[in-house]
């Protein structure tokens, strides 16, 4: 069963660690976008498979995932709820162009959004933000950094559709990103 | 023979074909940067091995260095360029973050920025440029980032220092790369 091509916008956000996806998402969800966060996918199956939710055994959780079912298994986990989302749905984590072409095949279009700030900026970000699964160190840092390269991350940044730099203020960041879903949602609700 | 840290203000560009890099560098000239074009040391490499100096011929040369000489080779054959440059100094093209990691080893700190435009800009930039070796359609356009995917420049744009979004009019780059520079070369005056 294929889904109607064209029957949603569908918006994704690729972004490294602390470079501001959920920010994005924050907006969208207020513009009345319902937003499939990826990481709660994994989230999810942890739960089934009896896992600890802590940010190391998620990323163990993906790449081992990924190494048994492929490069598009947390794509297809969130099918499920992209195919009971509304009109108007932003999918926050992607980290690859397998999954990007995943929803594409499944979904028609995909305007991908990427999230940049720089590795400085990011560490202190997360830092401060003291998440139990953020890093506490430049080490650490740069080593989820890799597991996010390693799958491929990169690639879906360096062919996003849109690129947000979020290096000022999170008010800016906001504006922007309202600015940019309100034209993509304009430009959907024109389509012939 | 290492060269002295610091003595030097060194500037990376990493973007995708077609996404501005070469602005970047008419604005550092203009400015009194030496602009290392990595893909020059390339074409070099081709002259002394009597390759014509066509697109594919260039990119297939890129890979096959790679593969007998390891990521870093590039990066290696614009060091004497590098050593004999100024003070102010801006590599265009750089492809991976192991480039990254050499000239870093080698020259102590380098400022990456990202030139970033979204694939449709870049494919209709390409096209309207029609140099040679640039793509005639987009099955071509798409081989083409395959293959700079494919060395890890992603990866590279994903932990960019800076990034530059090239979506509107030349000027707009011209003028963003500007007061980018501006503020690097200001800060590096200013250290100690």
Known sequence: MTEKRGERL???????PGSGKSIV????????????VMGDAVRAEAQRRGLEPTGEAMRNL???????????????LCFPLVDSAGELVLIEGIRSLH??????????????????????????RLIARGR??????????????EVELSVGIGSAIALADHMLVNEGPVEELREEARELLRRLVEEWRARE
């Open 99 to 124: 999954e990007v072409e995943a929803f594409r095949e499944r979904y028609g279009r995909l305007h991908l959004i990427a999230v940049h700030s720089s590795p400085r900026t990011r560490f202190k």
């Open 62 to 76: 993906m790449l081992k995932l990924r190494a048994e079912r492929g490069p598009t298994v947390v794509a297809e």
């Open 25 to 36: 998402s924050d907006v969208a969800r207020e513009m009345g976008f319902q937003v499939v």
């Open 132 to 145: 139990p699964d953020d890093p506490s160190d430049w080490e650490e840092f740069c080593k989820r950094d």
């Open 10 to 16: 569908l918006v994704g956000v690729v972004g490294m």
